[in-house]
C-alpha cells in the first residue's frame, strides 16, 4: 500500500518542493488536488503536465492520482438543473481522467461537496442528475485506465452521497469496473453507522473499495483525534488490500508540514508493528 500526501497541506510550497518534502518526509507519493495549480487545471498545457510529472520523478516519489476534482475551473455542479452547467462539468470530469493518466496517477476521488448541492425541493432530481454525471465519466475513466471514485461524505458537508452503501447503489447501478468508491475515514466517521474497521472488513471483499483517506473525524490528521488507526490497517491488511491510501488533513496546525511529517510517522509506525 503506497501512502500518498494531499497536497494542500503544504501547498503553499512550490510544486516541485512538495514533492521532496513529500519524499523526505517518507511519502511514496502525491494526491494533488487540481486547483492548486490554476484556475483551470482541464486546460494545463503538455508542457506544464510534463513538468509536473517531472518535478515527482525528479524527488523520487509518484502522482498517485488526483482529488477535489471540481473546485476548478469555476461553476461546475453535478446535481444543477441547468444542463450546460452539467455538460460542463461532465467534460471537466473526462479531462480530469485524462489529466491524471498523463501523469502517471491511478485513481481519482469525486468528493467536492459545493459542487453536488442539492437545491431545496428538487433533491431526488438533484440526486438523478449526479449519478448520471458519475454513469457518463465511466467509459472515459475506463479508457484511460484509471478509476473514477465516488466519495461520500459527511452530512454537514453535503446531502448527497454521505455513506459507502449509497455510494455503492451508483456504482452498481452504472456497472463498469473504472467507477468504484473509496473510505474517508474522517467522513465515514461522521456519518456512518458502523465503526471504520467494520466498513473495511464489510465492503472490501465487494470490490468497490478502490482507495482510502487516512483522516480524523475532528477534520486532522491520522493521530491527532480519537480515531484508533490501527484496527483500520489491520482491516486493510486482512483484507489483502492492494490500492493507495492519502493522508488528508483538513486543519493543520501548527503548520501543513509539520502536520505531514505527524501523519506519515504515526501510520508508518503502526503498519511496522502490526502482527
Not at 46 to 58: F, G, K, P, T, W
Not at 133 to 138: D, G, I, M
Not at 205 to 213: E, L, R, S, V
Not at 220 to 244: K, N, S
Request: aromatic share 6%; charged share 20%.
Amino acid at each position: 500500500m503506497r501512502i500518498s500526501l494531499c497536497n494542500e497541506v503544504i501547498a503553499e510550497l512550490p510544486f516541485q518542493r512538495q514533492c521532496e518534502v513529500a519524499a523526505a518526509l517518507g511519502y511514496d507519493g502525491l494526491e494533488p488536488a487540481p486547483f492548486t495549480w490554476s484556475e483551470d487545471p482541464t486546460r494545463l498545457s503538455s508542457a506544464e503536465i510534463a513538468s509536473l510529472r517531472r518535478a515527482a520523478a525528479d524527488a523520487g516519489i509518484a502522482i498517485t492520482g488526483l482529488h477535489y476534482l471540481m473546485k476548478a475551473p469555476a461553476g461546475l455542479s453535478i446535481t444543477s438543473a441547468d444542463a450546460a452547467v452539467r455538460a460542463r462539468s461532465i467534460e471537466a470530469m473526462r479531462r480530469y481522467c485524462g489529466l491524471c493518466a498523463e501523469l502517471g496517477g491511478k485513481i481519482l476521488v469525486h468528493g467536492s461537496p459545493d459542487q453536488r448541492v442539492l437545491s431545496p425541493g428538487d433533491e431526488e432530481n438533484g440526486r438523478k442528475r449526479g449519478a448520471e454525471c458519475f454513469a457518463a465519466v465511466a467509459d472515459t475513466a475506463r479508457d484511460a485506465g484509471v478509476t473514477y471514485c465516488i466519495e461520500p461524505l459527511a452530512r454537514k458537508q453535503t446531502a448527497f452521497i454521505n455513506t459507502i452503501a449509497e455510494a455503492a447503489a451508483i456504482v452498481r447501478a452504472v456497472g463498469n469496473p473504472a467507477l468504484r468508491t473509496m473510505v474517508d475515514c474522517s467522513a465515514a466517521g461522521q456519518a456512518e453507522s458502523q465503526p471504520v474497521d467494520a466498513l473495511v472488513r464489510r465492503w472490501l471483499p465487494t470490490g468497490m473499495i478502490a482507495h482510502m483517506h487516512f483522516n480524523d473525524p475532528n477534520r486532522r490528521g491520522p493521530g491527532e483525534g480519537d480515531l484508533a488507526f490501527a484496527p483500520i490497517l489491520a482491516a486493510l491488511r486482512d483484507g489483502g488490500y492492494r490500492g493507495d491510501a492519502s493522508i488528508e488533513p483538513f486543519v493543520y496546525e501548527p503548520d501543513g508540514p509539520t502536520c505531514a511529517a505527524r501523519g506519515i510517522g504515526y501510520i508508518r509506525g503502526i503498519l511496522q508493528a502490526l502482527p
